[in-house]
């Protein structure tokens, strides 16, 4: 798609299509051109009596479109006084639908289609006439014609908000305008900012107003003038819709007075009381509003309401005397923890502003401001000193009530590491401590307790830490552009100095040992290298920083280190140097180590030998990306030795040219440590002989340091894990393992004190919160986006980005289910607190309830579009009411919130936030909901306009409304349990409020997040609550107990104990010490009852595994997580099995399951594209195959080929190679001997296949399922094993390509989401990928470079080139040559290195120059679309959907000069010959040939794979399969022979041998819908009946291959069909039940039964019996059995023409609420014993039952899992074989319940059928026919 940059910031649309010329825009009627007296230009009048036939048009024709995206569309015009106007705007949504938006003021009333909106357009009036004083009194404008002093307009539509809102569509694109009479038009354009036409340019830049805010002024092109002095609004009118003022009425386009009252407040002083007023609704409001009784009495004053003081008051004398003890005494960290603390309430105080604050008033000077002006001055002077806060004195501070204790929080425990680095730890002297970052905060962690203390006062993530020798300085940087650097006192814990330089983006920092001087490097503006050196000698006595030298240099410094002998020595290593730098009368020089031959080796870190201090002995070590260790003499500045660490392998030898790539590097008097890319930590003597201890990490070990008495190595890991080792023990202790991305949510298990967070890291992680240790890890190739823990049970759930829905038991480490109804990404997720039910809710607005009670969390219910659609809401966007009675979210839009039944879903209250404050000047959203405790029968709503709303959960009724929440949105809300307080997220801070907001000072603020919050809440045992977002913040909640401020009389005591230093009482903090009072418990204890059911849980899903607490020193095998076999036997799989003397009555319980539908995107218009078939069914992901070799059926042969496919067939010619798909399986044909092997990887629809060009791999590319990612699996050819699974794509794959060396493999997504994505064959890991803008139709290598390759589209021609070893993808986009068209690119293949041929949807061919990438020549190759493309030497192959497969000799075509234009149609005739053509059954959608292009072999859409030979022109078919959907399957008594029966009224016979097509019978027009096999044995005799849709029966000989009767015994279509045991009489069923009796002698209907009128047959079957024994004569037994869930049986005697009914079988069953259907009735007389009837179908309980007719009950019952959709017994083994639309097939032995299932169908089941011996089983899934092997269980 082209690139849509040149519509920004907007597109003057008469400009743009050139209206005056009206060659792209047309007119109708009287439409002229004048010159306006107010606006000073030219305007165009459309004048006449009706609208329609007078108008301007653009674009001119229908099939162009504008194309313009901007989502505000401006109208510049004035209505005609006295008449009416109509405008039109066609605009496309993203779905391909065309809506049409139309206003008038001849509209009455908002009316509304699915493609077409028309809003009433309300004239406004000039200001102070009579019009307006109308229209002031209805609060609404003129209805009707323009009054005569209608005003130019400015009028603004939202076309994004009106499609989303009316229609539910995502707007895509203008396409056209039209402008009827009667108006005079200035202009029109489209933006994507929101303009205010009232606003100049001065103005917007005194405001503020940006286009990077999304706003600004209204371009000059297009404004009204305005005469100075004078006011916009007074002369024009500003219409929005949506409305920014008055929301009334809802949906009609009219003027506010948001402009008037924007004026009144800019030009007082002081803020307006308006009095409240009545509101008189529209229609539609009140249609809304009646749902929840919102606004039915106008809104009572607020109580107290005085004005928000915006501006800070004057104070009097200030006391600046500073108490430097007092402030040291302080905890260390109250400064950094609360940076402010605000108050924002209903009721503010009556007092002077001044007179607040008890306490007096802490100021701080901000960093930002402090250092502001030393950016712009080149001084080398910086002012260091932290100022400390001044106290202003109040004489009223003990009136003021504010909340207590304050700090309310204190900042505990934080689990996370790194932020800008994970190379940063510091040990400290004595070894006790390790001090690292964590984002924007310094943790001091005690390696011995795990007690954590934080240095607090960063903005920005924290980049560089350093500490003197005796570690009482720490000095710490942060990144970004404003870095700044700060000096501690570590013990003390204070900030010494803060200062900033000229550098940015500071990497590393180091001190002296004495601590006089301190090192920085960085980069200046111009993003040079620059050093700096800080004379910090004074620092901790209070002194100042000076900068002592500074020097910029082009050198790359990694790291850089003071010498710990010399404090004016430096180190430096980088990118091919090493420096030693030393400072000299203010100026810092530096010399280079000379490297020789290792000049071009990147450095990574240096390190000084312990031991002497004399320079001459000094040792210095430098690591090195490439596993070099240089060993340098310091004062002769040569390198004394270089040794390269290799790593061992196994076997003993060590590797070549493969360095171990190493990241630090920490030496002592005694060893050396190096941190290396591969994950290990090893110890080495100083000689570097051998490794003497290692310790192997998760990821890339980024640091290593060695403690100053060598016993400890620190090592931090890039995938942010902080551990030691102990080198004298040998053991591994780990301090911290962190997330490395954004913590997306969370949930706290308050029995165990566990903590489960998600994270856009991809995994999900249990933490236990005292220890901080990670004590499992989940890990997906899903994204996790929401989490929750079951109340009282050891049992948590979590949402994916998917929308599929996990939940996994903790103590087993097993998942228990996992549910898939749901199409977005999850956004809320939660269990009721009683912990029977769980709820979940995905961004396209679904929710779904289960039932947590059951270990499978059975979906209860789901319904659709009641949640706001979107993510804003996330990962909390679900609440439960503490009583688990109510449920609450935003929707079914963002402006609604839904109070809904917990156990139901149904609504209870329905409320409007952006009602609720009709003055509001803008529509309020609702962002986040929170339930309080139930007793205060309150719901708490934060919306878009940073307010929390009180709400009664009973009437929907406004309570109270809190403003100015937070400087951002608010992300997330939480309410404690005795609803005395409330918490809040917004952006990086914390807020805890009085609840009931009756303070002076209602919250607290409390910081240290450096990103946005993503969800807060309290613990459940109410003394602690957690944060998350760049880290997991664990904080103390200190609030006092209710019963402890009982005795608190008034509030002079109170502040008096705050006012003196504060002695809390006793209480139990979140960490674990005790308190005084014991909590009550706020969850019930956990159940004891587990269940030891045995569940799969298959390696697709990731892996709960269990984290120790140290890496893996020694080698510790680990179970296997892959998808292997398991080494344990697997337990036997058994049935539920009820036997049964007495019938018993049933009972059961229905879920009703409501399946959600995703919108799909459009599909390109190229039959190229897959698309796989449209399937209802999902895969059962719990079935339980059976372990191999202990099958009870094997696959012998497949049938068919998958026509849906595209290029899903490969030949190998030079190996012998044959592969195609059917369904989900891969087959492996022999072509010599006809033999199949089959390779089962896949549960969708196969797309695509690709092999390697030495035929030893195979790649196999599938569809997604639900959502999830689609699955390629690497074949090992030789053994016939999946060697790998890949996922990437979130559609089908649709092509898969090998370079033509095999290094790399390609692979295409689909049109739902189109990317290239590049894998390593080696590893099988994802190198690169590339997302597109359109569709990718087919790709291809480059036949000699394997780092070239091109693919086409939708859009043209993608030119790629791999690089560096395939890390990066280039791509260079080409369209279509316009000699042909719009068309799109649909296939391609490399002629020679230079030459690409490209095929288009139109038949052309088209011939491009690889190396200028242009196209020089096209011919018509075909009347339809070319899909596939190959090329063999000078012949080209082309396959279309016209059916023809054409040969064409394209040799002279490399003579032809590129630099020529391009040629035409008919020069082309001179170098392209056709040779040969031949038509085929389908279009063509694979083919491979040999290198002559002499033989080879196509398929086609009609199922059929043939063999082509050029040299006799000649086409034979190898593989045949049905087009359509398969009916029936029949074998023949021999067994030799069995019958098929399809949709396209073919009946086709094959071999069972060779499952070669033997004779087909087609009838045309007609669906064959049953198809038998007479029981004669002669093979002369033997015949085929089929029964039709059109009634018929149709009789075949297969010895003549003729048709040998027709019959017509029903009007309407055959559904089933069946020869009498003795093949006297066919037995055929017709759609209305009537079952008919024909004679085969003269094709006449003997007998119609009409017992069973109504209903649809769906089986008959017959068997030889005699009915003695059952009371009736005859000598065989037939059954029918119908969907009205009816069984008759019968006993005849067709010689004697008797028939009588033996026995009438009725079940119940509950009313059907499905979608799709119940499931069939079927039944079958068991084969051992004729008289017992099986049955299945609908009903109470999914089961197969047993049915005597002897006994006349039921004597046994099978319980299935699902419902049956076919079922066949077999007479060998007593078998059962039941299929379900889950594509499951399940053999079942039914004495003993014994079953195996088998999932080869990649569609739900439709037919099974034994063989009369029982040997052989067919399987039919739509039109895979699949042939088993009868082995028996």
């Known amino acids: 798609m082209a690139s849509k940059g040149w519509q920004h910031p907007y597109v003057n649309i008469f400009k743009h299509v050139k209206v005056e010329d009206w060659k792209k825009s047309s007119k109708e009627g009287d439409v002229t051109t004048c010159m306006n007296k107010t606006l000073k230009c030219s305007v165009f009048h459309i004048k006449g009596p009706v609208p329609a036939n007078s108008y301007i048009l653009i674009p001119k024709n229908s099939n162009q479109s504008l194309g313009l995206t901007g989502h505000y569309f401006y109208l510049l015009f004035r209505p005609t006084p006295g008449k009416y106007f109509v405008v039109h705007l066609d605009v496309s949504a993203e779905e391909g639908l065309v809506v049409r938006i139309s206003f008038s003021n001849m509209f009455k009333e908002f009316k509304s289609t699915p493609t077409w909106l028309q809003f009433p357009f309300l004239c406004g009036a000039a200001k102070d006439s009579v019009y307006e004083s109308t229209a002031k009194s209805a609060r609404h404008g003129l209805v009707g014609p323009a009054p005569s002093s209608v005003r130019w307009t400015c009028l603004m539509l939202d076309l994004q908000y009106i499609l989303s809102i009316y229609l539910n569509r995502r707007y895509c694109h203008l396409k056209s305008v039209k402008l009827c009479a009667n108006m005079a038009v200035k202009n029109m354009f489209t933006s994507d900012l929101l303009l205010d036409p009232g606003v100049s340019f001065g103005e917007a830049k005194l405001m503020g107003l940006a286009s990077s805010l999304g706003t600004g002024p209204i371009p000059r092109e297009m404004s009204f003038p305005v005469a100075k002095g004078g006011f916009w609004h007074d002369l024009y009118d500003h219409i929005r819709f949506p409305s920014a003022g008055t929301k009334l009425p809802f949906d009609s386009i009219q003027k506010d007075d948001s402009s008037r009252t924007s004026r009144l407040v800019s030009k007082s002083k002081s803020p307006v009381r308006e009095e409240p007023r009545f509101v008189d609704l529209s229609r539609p409001v009140q249609d809304r509003v009646s749902l929840i009784q919102q606004i039915t009495a106008p809104k009572p004053p607020l109580k107290d309401q005085n004005p928000m003081v915006t501006n800070i008051p004057e104070l009097g004398a200030l006391s600046t005397r500073h108490e430097p003890d007092e402030w040291l005494s302080q905890n260390n960290d109250d400064e950094h923890q609360r940076g402010s603390t605000s108050s924002s309430s209903q009721r503010l105080p009556s007092r002077s502003a001044w007179e607040a604050g008890d306490g007096g008033v802490h100021v701080f000077v901000h960093p930002e401001d402090e250092c502001s002006e030393a950016e712009e001055s080149e001084e080398e002077f910086v002012r260091t000193p932290v100022p400390h806060p001044v106290h202003l ?61 934080f240095f607090i006062g960063h903005t920005d993530k924290i980049s560089a830490l350093a500490f003197n020798s005796n570690t009482t ?58 050093v700096v050196v800080w004379n910090t000698l004074n620092v901790s006595k209070g002194g100042e920083v000076t900068i002592h030298a500074k020097v910029h240099t082009d050198v790359d410094i990694h790291t850089m280190k003071v010498a710990s002998f010399d404090d004016t020595r430096m180190v430096s290593c980088g990118r091919d140097n090493i420096r030693l730098w030393r400072v000299r009368n203010g100026t810092l020089r530096s010399c280079p180590v000379n490297l020789g031959e290792y000049h071009s080796i990147d450095f990574t870190d240096v390190a000084f030998q312990e031991g002497s201090r004399n320079i001459d002995e ?35 030898t060590w590797a070549l040219n493969t360095g171990i790539s190493i990241n630090s590097i920490s030496v002592s008097s005694s060893f050396c440590a190096t941190g290396s890319e591969d994950g290990f930590l090893r110890l080495w003597p100083l000689d570097f002989s051998s490794v003497f201890l290692e310790a192997e990490h998760e990821g890339p070990v980024s640091l290593v340091s060695v403690s100053s008495d060598s016993l400890h190595v620190l090592a931090a890991t890039s995938t942010g894990n902080l551990g030691f080792l102990d080198v004298r023990s040998r053991g591994y202790s780990t301090l911290m393992r962190s997330h490395t991305d954004t913590v997306l949510g969370f949930s706290v298990d308050g029995v165990r004190r566990h903590l489960t967070t998600a994270s856009s890291d991809g995994t999900v992680r249990i933490w236990n919160m005292d220890s901080l240790q990670q004590m499992f890890d989940f890990v997906s190739e899903d994204s996790p986006c929401s989490v929750a823990f079951h109340p009282s049970e050891q049992i ?151 307010k929390i709303l009180w709400v009664c959960t009973k009437t929907g009724r406004l309570l109270r409304e809190v403003s100015k929440v937070h400087k951002h949105q608010c992300s997330s809300l939480a309410v404690s349990e005795d609803a005395r307080f409330l918490l809040t997220a917004g952006h990086n801070d914390v807020k805890v409020w009085d609840y009931n907001m009756q303070l002076d000072v209602n919250s607290q603020m409390f910081i240290g997040h450096s990103q946005p919050i993503s969800q807060v809440s309290f613990t459940p045992d109410q003394l602690g609550v957690v944060s998350v977002g760049d880290a997991i913040f664990l904080w103390d909640f200190l609030a006092l107990p209710a019963d402890s401020l009982a005795d608190r009389s008034s509030p002079l005591k109170a502040s008096s104990i705050q006012a003196s230093k504060p002695v809390q009482p006793e209480v139990r903090l979140s960490h674990g010490m005790p308190r005084q009072t014991a909590p009550l418990p706020s969850s019930p204890p956990p159940l004891l009852d587990v269940s030891t059911t045995d569940q799969t849980n298959g390696g697709v899903l990731g892996s709960l595994s269990s984290c120790e607490d140290a890496p893996n020193i020694p080698d510790v095998s680990q179970p296997a997580t892959g998808s292997g076999p398991s080494p344990d036997p697997r337990p036997v799989s058994v049935l539920k099995v009820t036997e049964l003397d007495n019938a018993p009555p049933f009972s059961s319980s229905l879920h009703n399951i409501v399946e959600l539908k995703e919108k799909k995107p459009v599909r390109p218009d190229c039959y190229r594209h897959f698309f796989p078939r449209f399937k209802t069914s999902s895969l059962e992901q719990a079935a339980a195959p059976p372990r191999h070799e202990q099958e009870g059926v094997k696959l012998k042969a497949v049938i068919g ?44 629809e196969i797309s695509c296949l690709a092999v390697t060009n030495d035929a030893q791999m195979m790649a196999s590319g599938s569809g997604d399922s639900d959502g999830t990612r689609s699955l390629i699996c690497i074949w090992d050819i030789q053994n016939g094993t999946c060697h790998k699974t890949i996922s990437y794509h979130r559609g089908a794959v649709q092509s898969l390509a090998f370079s033509r060396d095999d290094h790399f493999l390609l692979s295409v997504g689909d049109f739902s989401e189109p990317a290239l994505a590049l894998w390593s064959t080696e590893t099988f890991q994802l190198l690169s990928s590339v997302n597109l803008s359109g569709p990718v139709h087919d790709v291809a290598f480059s036949p000699s470079a394997a780092s070239q390759m091109a693919c086409v589209g939708s859009q043209g021609a993608y030119f790629c080139l791999i690089n560096a070893q395939g890390s990066s993808i280039d791509l260079k986009k080409v369209k279509a040559p316009a000699e042909v068209g719009d068309v799109e690119l649909t296939a391609l293949c490399y002629h020679t290195d230079s030459l690409l041929f490209t095929a288009t949807n139109r038949g052309h061919v088209c011939v491009w120059d690889v190396d200028t990438r242009l196209c020089f020549m096209t011919w018509e190759a075909d009347e339809g679309e070319i899909g596939v493309l190959l090329c063999r030497g000078s012949r080209l192959l082309t396959g279309s959907n016209s059916r023809w497969l054409r040969l064409w000799g394209v040799g002279a075509v490399p003579g032809l000069k590129p630099q020529e234009k391009v040629c035409s149609a008919a020069d082309s005739g001179t170098m392209v010959a056709l040779e040969q053509e031949i038509m085929l059954d389908g279009t063509t959608v694979s083919a491979a040939f040999d290198n002559t292009m002499d033989m080879g072999i196509v398929g086609t859409t009609a199922g059929t794979l043939w063999y082509i030979s050029w040299s006799d022109n000649t086409s034979t078919r190898l593989v045949s399969g049905h087009k359509t959907k398969v009916n029936g399957v029949a074998f023949s008594a021999d067994e030799k022979h069995f019958a098929t029966c399809s949709e396209d009224g073919s009946v086709r016979v094959w071999s069972v041998f060779s499952n070669e097509l033997v004779v087909q019978f087609q009838v045309l027009s007609q669906a064959c819908g049953c198809v038998c096999w007479s029981p004669a044995s002669r093979k002369e005799s033997a015949c085929v009946a089929a029964g039709y849709s059109d009634g018929t029966l149709r009789i075949f000989r297969l010895s003549s291959s003729e048709m040998e009767m027709k019959m017509q015994p029903h009007q309407l279509a ?220």
Not at 1219 to 1240: I, K, M, N, P
Not at 1790 to 1817: A, I
């Open 1201 to 1244: 080929y998958n026509g849906n496919g595209r290029g899903n067939m490969v030949w190998s010619p030079d190996k012998g190679f044959f592969a195609y798909s059917c369904g989900c399986l891969v087959v492996v044909e022999y072509l010599h001997t006809g033999s199949q092997r089959h390779l089962h990887g896949h549960s969708e």
């Open 473 to 530: 300085l720490l000095a710490s940087a942060q990144t970004g552009h404003h870095s700044v650097v700060r000096v501690w006192n570590y013990h003390k814990g204070n900030c010494l100095a803060m200062f900033r330089t000229h550098a940015h983006s500071f990497s590393c920092l180091s001190f002296s040992r004495s601590g006089g001087l301190l090192c920085g490097v960085g980069k200046d503006r111009l993003c040079k290298t620059m």
């Open 393 to 453: 004195s109040s004489s009223r501070e003990s009136r003021q009530q504010k909340l207590l204790p304050d700090p309310i929080l204190n900042l505990s425990r934080i689990i996370g590491f790194g932020g800008a680095t994970t190379r940063c730890a510091l040990w400290t002297k004595s070894g006790d401590a390790v001090v690292y970052p964590c984002h924007a905060i310094i943790v001091s962690m005690s390696v011995s307790s795990n007690q954590q203390r």
């Open 618 to 652: 000094q040792i210095l070590f430098a690591s090195s990306r490439s596993g070099h260790i240089f060993e340098i003499d310091y004062s002769r500045v040569v390198i004394r030795n270089v040794r390269r660490l290799l790593p061992a392998q196994r076997g003993g």
């Open 796 to 946: 948590f759930s979590c949402g994916f980005s998917s929308g599929i829905v996990r939940v996994f038991d903790i103590s087993s480490a097993k998942l228990l289910a996992e549910h898939k109804q749901h199409r977005g990404e999850i956004v809320g997720l939660v269990f009721t607190p009683n912990g029977e039910f769980m709820f979940s809710a995905d961004s396209q607005g679904s929710l779904a309830l289960y039932d947590a009670s059951v270990e499978e969390h059975s979906v209860i219910r789901a319904v659709c579009n009641v949640v706001a659609q979107g993510t804003v809401c996330a990962p909390d966007a679900l609440t439960v009411s503490s009583d688990s009675r109510c449920l609450a979210f935003v929707g079914p839009s963002e402006h609604l919130v839904t109070i809904a039944d917990s156990t139901s879903l149904d609504e209870l209250l329905l409320i409007d936030v952006s009602i609720l404050d009709v003055e509001s000047p803008r529509v309020d959203s609702a962002l986040k909901v929170c339930f309080s405790p139930a007793s205060t029968e309150h719901l708490l709503v934060a919306i878009s306009s940073n």
């Open 1614 to 1833: 055959v559904t089933a069909v069946q020869y009498s045991a003795s093949g006297h009489v066919t037995l055929s069923a017709g759609k209305n039940g009537l079952i008919a009796v024909s004679s085969l002698v003269n094709g006449a209907t003997v007998r119609v039964f009409r017992d069973h009128r109504g209903a649809h047959i769906t089986s008959i079957q017959c068997v030889n019996e005699q009915c003695k024994d059952l009371g009736l004569e005859g000598n065989e037994l037939w059954l029918a059995a119908s969907d009205d869930r009816r069984v008759s049986v019968w006993a005849a005697d067709w010689m004697k023409d008797k028939c009588d009914l033996l026995d009438w079988l009725t079940f119940p069953a509950p009313v059907y609420t499905g979608d799709d259907g119940p499931p069939p009735s079927l039944a079958a007389f068991c084969p051992s014993d004729p008289s017992v009837v099986v049955y299945s179908r609908y009903g109470v309980e999914k089961e197969l039952s047993f049915y005597s007719l002897a006994k006349k009950q039921i004597i046994k019952k099978i319980t299935l899992p699902h419902w049956a959709t076919c079922l066949s017994l077999s007479s060998k083994s007593q078998l059962v074989a039941v299929g379900s639309k889950e594509r499951v097939l399940k053999l079942i032995e039914p004495t003993g319940g014994r079953f195996q299932d088998f999932l080869q169908h990649s569609d739900s089941l439709q037919t099974c059928h034994f063989s009369p011996s029982g040997e052989l089983l067919f399987t039919v899934a739509y039109n895979e026919i699949l042939l088993w092997e009868v082995q028996g269980l």
